[in-house]
């Protein structure tokens, strides 16, 4: 079904796997074409409670636009953006399940835009981002202008912007950039943790709260109390709030079904 990306389904993981190495796994139309549709497949799939996207090796994540095809396309920028990055990107946001980046190697440009678009970003600490995009006469793009300032604010990112500078995953944790950077040794088990809380979590919940979250970016207070109160009254007569207030009072474990 993919010539471009693992993906694999199992125990309610979602695992899509950039597969592209002998360019680093850079985006081209088709890859970014089946990223979009695994995540959409994903999305779809009941069974699946959490997404993991990473790459395949251990040298790269993303290096970004393949600039080879790019310039040899008919397509405009601006063409481009729109028919390919952009549902990409919107597909990782508006996915109700966590997105979680596995990030195991370099992570640049579109690479890292892609990086940020997910809800966590776990690294090896080998690993480093770069919105390398300035270096070559360009400006970020694929979301990361959204991102990137409210992950580290308005003057880191005019700096990691404007300078297109290596950034260790060490400093990239540090400064709000990644969740965690660990040991690449690690780098699996710390991504198992996650995945295995999230395989049992209350998935409903935290598709409403990622919804939600993504609306504070630009609400007042009053919209976000809004939206908490439409979303709340959903959740309240869920199953899974029943079983989660019912074990409460119980003291006991809930099982959560994601619904």
Same mark, same amino acid.
């Given at each position: ?12 993981i ?11 796994h850079?985006? *081209? ?22 997404v ?23 397509k405009?920028?601006?063409?481009t ?11 990782i946001?508006?996915?109700p ?5 596995r990030? *195991? ?69 540090q ?35 990622k919804?939600?979250? *993504?609306?504070?970016f ?28 019912s074990s ?12």
């Amino acid at each position: 079904m993919y010539q471009h990306i693992l993906y694999k389904s199992q125990q309610g993981i979602a695992r899509i796997t950039l597969n592209r190495p002998q360019v680093y796994h850079a985006l *081209n139309p088709e890859l970014i074409r089946e990223i979009t549709q695994a995540v959409l497949v994903a999305h779809a799939d009941e069974t699946v409670r959490v997404v993991v996207i990473t790459g395949a090796g251990d040298k790269a994540f993303c290096s970004g636009a393949d600039l080879k095809e790019a310039t040899e396309s008919k397509k405009t920028a601006s063409e481009t953006l729109e028919e390919f990055y952009e549902p990409m990107i919107d597909a990782i946001r508006e996915i109700p399940k966590p997105v979680i980046c596995r990030l *195991n190697g370099l992570a640049v440009g579109a690479g890292c835009s892609l990086a940020l678009a997910c809800d966590m970003i776990i690294a090896s600490e080998e690993s480093y981002l770069s919105l390398l995009f300035v270096q070559i006469g360009l400006m970020p793009d694929a979301g990361a202008t959204f991102f990137l300032p409210r992950l580290v604010g308005a003057a880191k990112a005019f700096e990691l912007a404007t300078t297109g500078r290596k950034v260790s995953a060490t400093e990239a944790a540090q400064i709000g950039l990644i969740n965690k950077a660990v040991p690449a040794a690690e780098l699996d088990g710390e991504i198992e943790k996650l995945t295995t809380y999230y395989q049992s979590a209350p998935t409903l919940a935290i598709g409403m709260i990622k919804k939600v979250l *993504n609306q504070s970016f630009q609400s007042d207070l009053a919209r976000m109390q809004e939206f908490e109160r439409v979303n709340q009254d959903i959740l309240f007569e869920s199953q899974d709030a029943r079983e989660g207030i019912s074990s409460f009072l119980q003291k006991k474990k809930a099982d959560f079904k994601g619904y």
